[in-house]
C-alpha cells in the first residue's frame, strides 16, 4: 500500500515507520525539517518536506496514498493551544477531502470525549470532531493515554529536590503507554480495512502515582523516592520559572486537575483494549534509569 505519515522522525512515527516499512509498504513521511531528508530516505521512504499549516502542501503530500496517519505536532509558541490544535484538525480534513483519501488512523488522546476542563487534550477532542465530518472517509482515533517519556522531563526535579511531582496526589491513576507500543497499534490499524468512525484505545501500564515513583526510583537507586502533590499554583509557577510559555503551562496545570479528579478515564474504563502493549512500567523503569545515568 501507499501510506503517508505525519510526525517525521519523531518517538512514534520513526518506529511506526520501520514497521510500516519491513512489511513492503510504501511510504511517504511529512517533516517540517528539511535536515531530516537523508535520514527518511535512509528508512526507505520519500520524504514531504513542508508545514501542516499548509493545506495546499498536504493534499498534495496526501494525494495517491491508500491511508494516512496523523498526528498534531506540539507547538509551544502558540498563543491559544487549543486553537491550534484544532486548526491543523481542519486542515488536515481539507487535505484528506481534497486528495481523496479514504482511510486515516488519527493519533488522539485519552480524555478526548470531554470538551472542556483537559487543557491540550481538548484540542484533539476538536480534532476527532473534524475528521468525523468526513464523508465516505472512514477514521480510527487512537486515543493515547500520557506517554511513559514525559516523565523523563522530570529528572532533574529528582536530581535537584529528591522528589516526583505534580499538581495531582500519589493515590491518583495514571494510565500510561510507550511511544512504541502506539506505534505497533497505528502499524496494525494502518495495515487493515475498518469502516465508520472509531476509537480504540492504547495502554501499556495503569498504576497510582505512589507504586510509579517507587519504580522509577528504584531503578537509578533511590527506592524511597516520593511523590509529592503540588498545588495548582505551585505546579505553574515552577512550570514558568523553568521556561515554559504561561499558555503551556496552564495547560498542563488544568490538565493536572483532570488527573487528580480522575475525569480522563471514564470513557476508557468503559471501552478498555483487550490486550494492553507489550512494555510495562518495570521495562520502561530500565530505559529511565539510562537516561537518568545519561543525564
Do not use: C
Not at 199 to 217: E, F, H, K, N, Q
Not at 237 to 247: A, H, K, V
Not at 250 to 257: A, I, L, P
Amino acid at each position: 500500500m501507499k501510506i503517508t505519515i505525519t510526525g517525521s522522525l519523531g518517538n512514534i512515527s520513526k518506529p511506526l515507520a520501520k514497521q510500516l516499512i519491513k512489511a513492503g509498504h510504501q511510504l511517504t513521511i511529512i517533516s517540517s525539517n528539511a535536515e531530516k531528508v537523508a535520514a527518511i530516505e535512509a528508512l526507505g521512504a520519500t520524504a514531504a518536506i513542508g508545514l501542516v499549516t499548509d493545506v495546499d502542501f498536504l493534499t498534495e503530500a496526501f494525494t495517491g496514498a491508500d491511508v494516512v496517519y496523523t498526528m498534531v505536532p506540539p507547538n509551544f509558541g502558540a498563543s491559544n493551544y487549543r486553537e491550534y490544535v484544532g486548526s491543523i484538525g481542519k486542515n488536515y480534513a481539507k487535505a484528506i477531502e481534497q486528495a481523496g483519501v479514504s482511510r486515516v488512523v488519527n493519533l488522539s488522546s485519552i480524555g478526548a470525549h470531554l470538551n472542556e476542563g483537559t487543557g491540550p487534550i481538548a484540542g484533539n477532542h476538536d480534532v476527532e470532531l473534524e475528521l468525523n465530518k468526513l464523508s465516505n472517509v472512514a477514521v480510527k482515533h487512537l486515543r493515547a493515554p500520557f506517554f511513559y517519556v514525559n516523565f523523563l522531563s522530570n529528572i532533574d526535579m529528582i536530581r535537584h529536590m529528591g522528589i516526583l511531582g505534580s499538581n495531582y496526589p500519589a493515590t491518583a491513576r495514571l494510565i500510561m503507554v510507550h511511544p512504541e507500543d502506539i506505534a505497533a497499534v497505528a502499524a496494525e490499524e494502518l495495515q487493515q480495512e475498518f469502516t465508520g468512525k472509531s476509537v480504540r484505545y492504547l495502554v501499556s501500564d495503569d498504576r497510582t502515582l505512589g507504586p510509579i515513583a517507587t519504580v522509577l526510583g528504584t531503578a537509578i537507586g533511590k527506592p524511597e523516592l516520593p511523590w509529592v502533590e503540588f498545588t495548582d499554583e505551585q505546579a505553574l509557577n515552577g512550570m514558568l520559572q523553568n521556561g515554559l510559555p504561561p499558555e503551556i503551562a496552564r495547560n498542563f496545570v488544568e490538565m493536572g486537575t483532570a488527573i487528580r479528579s480522575g475525569i480522563l478515564w471514564g470513557d476508557y474504563d468503559q471501552n478498555q483494549p483487550k490486550v494492553k502493549g507489550s512494555i510495562n512500567l518495570e521495562a520502561f523503569a530500565e530505559e529511565f534509569a539510562d537516561r537518568f545515568q545519561q543525564a
